[in-house]
């Protein structure tokens, strides 16, 4: 299985995908310019288009990740804009580094009528789409519930994807601590998950996984990543989500707290151990 975590573009992508493979990891999630802004980057295609290659030569496979600022829900005409020329520019840069998709938030509209927020999350995804003319995904993530009761149900998700203009260009990436969170799954119902996702068409369209445990109990709403087995969802829970068939030769990304005393290295090595590959 494509196990791996987030790693950082400090030294360029190319280096991004080498940290992957010097920690034990065989795929990546990345931001592709700075997480905290809306501004365009200038980037170099030639490092981008070298972590391509080298992802090939060692069968990694990646997922970059958009800026938390680009809310598909965002009101105003400005700061529409603003988000559209982010997000294609994500996958400009995406495009280049050989990625699977671009991980993108489902969207946070605080609105009187929710119904408007959706109707503004389809009308940018397809502004988007309209002028992305590569073969990078958008993939959305479903949401957690902190800050507003959107982008929580594979029906929200399904139904976004079919109104939009060009629903081949949308696929999807799991949060499993959102998905925790949200309520939709409590540790011990993923058999009806599985159903939920197989009668909406949710998994024939899942690209990717973010694999997270959660420091807040199901229903809490809260999005507070755990490492994996150490937080309220815990190993038996997760490793019956690994067993799915559905989740093989996709990316299932890491994005747990790291540090000395228990690192990535640590979490992948502990991953291989419940798939049973261990040396």
Not at 148 to 153: D, F, I, K, L, V
Not at 219 to 224: F, G, H, Q
């Amino acid at each position: 299985m494509y196990f791996g975590s987030h790693v950082s573009i400090r030294k360029g992508y190319l280096e991004a995908a080498k940290a992957c493979m010097r920690i034990g990891g065989r795929s990546f999630q990345y931001f592709p310019k700075n997480p905290r802004s809306l501004s365009t980057k200038s980037f170099d295609h030639r490092d981008a288009e070298a972590c391509a290659v080298w992802c090939r030569q060692h069968d990694l496979l990646s997922i970059a990740h958009s800026a938390y600022p680009a809310n598909l829900a965002a009101e105003g005409e400005e700061k529409q804009v603003a988000v559209i020329r982010s997000l294609l520019n994500d996958l400009e840069i995406t495009e280049a580094c050989g990625s699977v998709g671009l991980v993108v938030h489902f969207g946070i509209y605080k609105g009187a009528e929710p119904l408007q927020g959706y109707i503004r999350i389809v009308q940018t995804l397809n502004e988007v789409l309209r002028l992305w003319e590569g073969q990078t995904l958008i993939l959305l993530e479903n949401q957690s519930g902190e800050h507003a009761r959107m982008g929580m149900t594979m029906e929200e998700l399904t139904q976004v994807r079919s109104l939009s203009a060009a629903p081949h260009k949308i696929g999807f990436c799991l949060d499993t601590c959102h998905l925790f969170a949200s309520g939709l799954w409590d540790g011990h119902n993923w058999k009806e998950v599985v159903s939920k996702g197989t009668q909406t068409g949710y998994w024939e369209h899942l690209r990717a996984i973010h694999l997270n445990d959660s420091v807040y109990p199901t229903r809490s709403y809260k999005d507070r990543h755990a490492n994996i087995g150490r937080g309220e969802i815990g190993s038996a829970a997760l490793k019956q989500v690994l067993a799915s068939p559905f989740l093989q030769s996709m990316p299932i990304v890491l994005e747990t707290p790291s540090s000395e005393q228990w690192s990535h290295v640590n979490e992948l090595q502990l991953l291989q151990e419940w798939m049973g590959n261990s040396k």
